[in-house]
């Protein structure tokens, strides 16, 4: 570097070699004095350094005495278009390395001789790689004068742009590192038309003042300031020789930032502190979290360096994901993302703020990084299907687009990842009314309806459908700030404004019509909701019902419900048929008081420890008798055991069972195993105690023909029955003439024994 700006800038001096144009040869080797005295004035300000080709062929002791001399950093040139590669390069890469200076690899372009990728994948090939150890300077693309025929190399400035762009884009690709660019001000201007397009690449800018207190002069446009200046070639302008052999060169900062330079740092740590640092410009922003790392891990890899090179910098707040751009464009970041924000109050909700405190500063180079991407507005919806109402730094949960468009919220949003909003704290989130939610990435659902929220019951999701019905899903944090309600979500709802109640059971409900409503725990419900499922009917006293966790059927009655002990007890109970049984929520059989466990009606049962016998008298109570003709007349036969304390949970009726027996307001006699109405004009006739049974006991009697006042016995007697009193009939001639035509009742002897006699007839 520097041969074609000595040619174009400055006369040669007289100590510095010529070469015949073209020529890639090396001189023989240097010997580089030992310390020499310099002014401050020959020197700029910063940290000194060289850059060296093939001409210089240094020893191990060059560089130590190089470093003795106070060189802290070295460019050394690996590649020349794709077919030159220094004879000295390994050797001044690698001595300088052991001597204790940072050293590069540079490459001299010749662009009209193949492309920039080609050219780039030579350089990296050959040397021109690079690692954030502290001690690998970037990639330097020296692009300069045309040793070798035409300024440009017959270039148009747009072609050249295209070249540069290709080179930097494959190294960057290659290396993980952006190229630095060695140029100057002359050539930049003349041959890319003084393009602005890679001032995220670090500027080597080479100019030879005749007094290095001006400065190198204007730089090119889009580099504000330099990295690296080339300010003399071997001699100085008072014809001093130099410090180095080559060029030299100082860096535009302290040997630590140096360091840090050479690392690209940032993203950097100490090995002592696991404290991750963002570092832009003159500060460095802690990263406070794991998500926010990988947020900005963009920007390259995590460099480890000195604390003395961390402390370089000024701690500022925490790294947020506001990010700001010299130009003062404020942005939002997430997944290698830059969302632009378009108002001061936007950032705010986002947990930023327009000030220095709210925002991470980064440089043009580092936000060159991230993809730029839509504005930012106040929906952001996640990756993990989850969408938010971002305002006043908080993030409210957004439940689905019709909550969205009901809150009158804009329709359109971004998408990032959940981690983008992970340090806004969850506000209340944004529903709608009478709609079954399932709390995110679980099974548990919850009803949303009068401004509060009713977990439903495991057992009740299937009866209330809550798995098809449900309109979305919300985290539990968003859940945990609506009000909880009174009670949970049971399957039991009332419209607004009705008394009635229904008993939702997955393809439809029923409306309830049991045992009484007010301890049934409804929720109120809108009467639109309760229209979502089909009217299945009504559950009345005899219907059969079953909770989901259980295979206990119960029958419903006016005041509770008994839970049916066996499937004999509760096909008897539905009147011999098979039963309909309803599944209700769990809730609802918990809630309904309940009574003994329902026997098998019209059975005889006793105790294994009594030896007393009785007649279930359906759900009602235990008849006791005092002989088994009352029950065989009756049609009444089967006979069980159970235990003491389940006969002891029905009440007793006062009166024993006899042949006398009433169903609603109908009188009936038992006879020959079923019963037989009995007038009101015949009941005189029949002087028995009626003993009252229940529906369900009534519903499985054999009903015989009616009652008339002719009644038989075994032994062939038949009675004529009049006047409260038996009169038997001598003959049958007179038994026709008494009948006209109407039957006799069989009846056994202990029948016709309960009725008084009279004279025969």
Not at 1 to 15: D, H, Q
Not at 141 to 150: A, F, H, K, S, V
Not at 563 to 587: N, R
Request: hydrophobic share 40%; charged share 10%.
């Amino acid at each position: 570097m520097g041969s074609t700006l000595a040619a174009n800038f400055v006369p040669v001096a007289a100590n510095y070699p010529t070469v015949a144009t073209g020529t890639r040869d090396t001189f023989p080797s240097l010997t580089v004095n030992a310390a020499v005295s310099v002014t401050s004035s020959q020197i700029p300000p910063g940290t000194p350094g060289l850059d060296v080709s093939g001409w210089q062929v240094l020893t191990a002791a060059d560089w130590n005495q190089i470093w003795a001399n106070g060189g802290r950093f070295a460019y050394v040139k690996a590649t020349e278009s794709t077919d030159y590669t220094s004879s000295q390069f390994s050797e001044q890469y690698n001595d300088s390395a052991a001597a204790g200076l940072i050293r590069g690899a540079y490459h001299f372009a010749t662009p009209n001789t193949s492309s920039g990728a080609t050219q780039a994948n030579f350089f990296v090939d050959h040397g021109g790689g690079w690692t954030n150890d502290g001690r690998t300077l970037p990639p330097l693309l020296d692009i300069e004068y045309n040793p070798y025929g035409q300024t440009c190399y017959n270039m148009t400035q747009s072609q050249m742009v295209a070249w540069i762009a290709d080179f930097s884009n494959t190294v960057k690709a290659r290396t993980g590192r952006l190229p630095a660019i060695y140029s100057t001000t002359g050539w930049w201007t003349s041959c890319t038309g003084n393009t602005t397009a890679f001032a995220a690449n670090p500027l080597f800018i080479a100019s030879w003042p005749s007094n290095v207190a001006n400065g190198p002069g204007p730089l090119p446009a889009g580099w504000a300031t330099y990295s690296i200046w080339q300010f003399a070639d071997a001699t100085y302008s008072n014809g001093q020789p130099g410090l180095f052999p080559g060029d030299q060169d100082v860096f535009n900062g302290s040997f630590a930032q140096l360091q840090a330079f050479a690392a690209a740092a940032s993203l950097a740590r100490t090995v002592a502190n696991s404290t991750v640092y963002l570092i832009s410009g003159p500060n460095k922003y802690p990263i406070p979290s794991m998500d926010l790392l990988n947020a900005f891990s963009v920007l390259g890899p995590l460099a480890y360096v000195s604390q003395q090179v961390l402390d370089l910098y000024t701690t500022q707040q925490n790294a947020g994901r506001v990010l700001r751009s010299p130009g003062g464009t404020i942005y939002f970041t997430d997944a290698s993302i830059k969302l632009p924000f378009g108002s001061c109050g936007l950032v705010i909700d986002y947990g930023g703020s327009c000030d220095a405190s709210g925002y991470v500063q980064l440089t043009d180079a580092q936000l060159g990084q991230f993809v730029t991407g839509p504005a930012m507005g106040p929906i952001m919806g996640t990756t993990a299907g989850a969408r938010y109402y971002v305002t006043l730094g908080t993030k409210r949960e957004i439940l689905d687009s019709q909550s969205q468009a009901a809150a009158g919220l804009p329709s359109g949003y971004n998408v990032l990842t959940e981690a983008a909003l992970a340090n806004l704290p969850f506000g209340p989130p944004i529903v709608r009314d009478a709609v079954f939610v399932t709390q995110r990435g679980t099974s548990n659902y919850s009803y949303l309806g009068n401004n509060a929220r009713y977990a439903v019951d495991p057992a009740a999701v299937s009866n209330s459908d809550a798995s098809r019905l449900a309109v979305g899903s919300l985290y539990p944090q968003s859940l945990a700030l609506i009000p909880a309600g009174s009670s949970s979500f049971n399957g039991i709802v009332q419209a607004s404004g009705a008394t009635g109640i229904s008993v939702l059971v997955g393809d439809g409900r029923y409306d309830w019509a049991g045992v009484s409503s007010t301890s049934l725990q409804a929720v109120t419900v809108p009467q639109a909701f309760i229209s979502n499922y089909p009217s299945k009917g009504s559950i009345v006293p005899g219907s059969m019902i079953k909770a989901p966790s259980s295979g206990t059927v119960y029958i419903v009655l006016d005041s509770e419900i008994l839970p049916v002990g066996a499937w004999e007890s509760l096909v008897a109970l539905a009147g011999g048929k098979t039963p309909t049984i309803v599944t209700v929520p769990d809730q609802l059989i918990r809630v309904l008081p309940q009574g003994p466990v329902a026997l098998t009606t019209n059975t005889l049962v006793r105790s294994p420890d009594n030896a007393t016998v009785y007649l279930i008298n359906g759900v009602t109570s235990k008849i006791a008798m005092s002989n088994f003709a009352f029950a065989n007349e009756a049609g009444i036969t089967g006979f069980s055991y159970t235990t003491q304390a389940r006969l002891d949970a029905y009440p007793l009726t006062k009166t024993l069972l006899g042949f006398g027996l009433t169903c609603g307001t109908t009188n009936y006699v038992s006879a020959a195993g079923s019963v037989h109405a009995v007038s009101s004009s015949l009941l005189p006739q029949f002087p028995f105690t009626y003993v009252a049974l229940d529906q369900y006991a009534c519903q499985l009697l054999t009903i015989g023909t009616p009652a008339t006042v002719f009644i038989r016995t075994p032994d062939g007697t038949i009675f004529y029955l009049d006047g409260g009193q038996k009169h038997a009939i001598t003959s049958m001639q007179k038994y026709l003439e008494l009948s006209q035509g109407r039957t006799w009742m069989n009846v056994v002897p202990l029948f016709a024994a309960a009725i008084p006699s009279g004279p025969d007839v």
